[in-house]
């Protein structure tokens, strides 16, 4: 399989549960299971071999699972030391050891990254400005939203280049709300400039700042606060 391009997804379409079925069940767990093994090494190279082999394992893998199940789960092995949403993985020096341990890890991040998808499609529903908002409810909508997906991606576990995966969210919630996708990434990186940083977990007030700089910045009206006609929308969303 060829290696999946940064411009193939970004696109939330080509992610998005909603679009791209996947059916499991137990034989399905079981086949997928098997192909695993067949791949692990019967004698794995350590930190002395530079753990070639398990690279060369996860990257066999990886090409399986995309083959099998289609472009969408290419993040199945993205995991939070390296800025992904996932924690049943670790790569392939620490994932892969014997058959049966590393198809079990295999699998378990596989269902990992498919739920935590649907999560965010589910974030995205709630969170979109309706169609016929006026700009100054489309700013307050698009401010909010913002804070909550920055917390979403922060509460997936990622650390060392966790802001990554926060602008390729907020890139993906633009783009299902119809926005051109290179738009949608220049909107997220004005919004963002630079103030997110690896390792820092950043000041609610930082996360609100940069909200608003988005809103602002994509409909020109500041995003009024406290409203009481969406008050019970904060509180749903806040409840997430």
């Known amino acids: 399989m060829p290696p999946i391009a940064y411009e193939d997804i ?36 350590t930190m002395a071999g530079w753990w070639e082999g ?5 990257s ?12 969408w789960a290419w993040g199945w092995n993205w ?4 800025g992904g949403p996932i924690g049943s993985w670790t790569g392939g020096p620490s994932s892969v050891t014997t058959p049966d341990e590393t198809a079990a890890r295999v ?7 498919r739920e935590w998808l ?28 913002c804070v909550r997906l920055v917390t979403h991606t922060m509460d997936s576990g990622a650390d060392n280049a966790w802001q990554g995966q ?16 290179a738009e949608a990434a220049q909107a997220v990186e004005r919004a963002i400039g630079g103030r997110f940083k690896s390792w820092v977990a950043p000041k609610q007030t930082l996360i609100e700042s940069v909200g608003e700089n988005l809103a602002v910045g994509l409909t020109g009206h500041a995003p ?13 969303h806040d409840r997430y």
Do not use: N
């Not at 549960?17 to 004698?43: N, T």
């Not at 398990?54 to 996860?58: L, M, N, Q, R």
């Not at 907020?170 to 926005?179: A, I, N, Q, R, V």
């Open 60 to 71: 066999q893998v990886d090409a399986i699972i995309r083959e099998r199940y289609g472009t």
């Open 10 to 45: 970004r696109d939330w379409e080509a992610v998005d549960p909603a679009r791209h079925s996947f059916a499991w069940d137990e034989d399905e767990e079981k086949h997928l299971r098997s192909l695993v093994r067949e791949w692990v090494p019967p004698v794995l190279s």
């Open 79 to 82: 995991y939070h030391c390296s």
């Open 107 to 113: 699998v378990a991040a596989l269902l990992e990254w």
């Open 166 to 181: 926060t602008s390729m969210v907020l890139g993906w919630f633009l783009t299902s709300t119809g926005m051109d996708r």
């Open 224 to 236: 009024y606060r406290d409203h009481r006609e969406w008050e019970a929308l904060e509180k749903l």
């Open 54 to 58: 398990e690279h060369w394992c996860e």
């Open 118 to 145: 649907e999560r965010t499609a589910q974030r995205f529903t709630e969170l979109a400005p309706p169609p016929d908002a006026s700009p100054e409810d489309r700013s307050w909508h698009l401010e909010r939203a």
